[in-house]
């Protein structure tokens, strides 16, 4: 794993773990929240910029721009959450959602917990010889 990324090298000094960065244009990003599925961050972008977020693109990713829906892409080396903001001041913030195969996936895990709880709550008596 890479070792000289800006998120490491904060770590390392100390200081809070940036979220995102600007990789085209010219601004600042402001780190405002960080969650477990979730990041926001504000962005004062001089010109138009391209935004992009230290988390790994997967499907289910969304993301939101002054409160409505943008689109993003994966982008670079290691396919980070990119997207393209206009010149001016920002609020956006990523989250992950479920996606139909997630749904089904948590659906099938719930019935696998319900049968095994019903086998070894209703297993029938040991008969003692």
């Known amino acids: 794993p890479p070792t000289d990324t800006p998120k490491v090298l904060a770590y390392l000094e100390g200081k809070p773990i940036p979220l995102a960065r600007i990789i085209d244009g010219n601004g600042s ?3 405002l929240h960080h969650g477990a599925g979730s990041e926001r961050v ?3 972008a001089q010109s138009p910029v ?4 230290y988390t790994y693109f997967y499907p289910g990713w969304r993301a939101t721009v002054n409160g409505k829906e943008a689109e993003i892409r994966a982008e670079g080396e290691y396919a980070l959450i990119t997207l393209d903001l206009p010149a001016g001041e920002h609020d956006v913030g990523i989250r992950i ?3 139909p195969l997630r749904n089904v ?8 917990a319900i049968l095994l709880i019903g086998l070894f709550v209703f297993r029938p008596p040991r008969q003692i010889s």
Request: overall charge positive; charged content about 5%; glycine content about 0%.
């Open 29 to 31: 990003v402001r780190s």
């Open 105 to 112: 996936a948590a659906i099938i895990s719930i019935l696998a």
């Open 50 to 53: 391209t935004l992009q977020f």
């Open 42 to 44: 504000q962005v004062s």
């Open 97 to 99: 959602t479920n996606t």
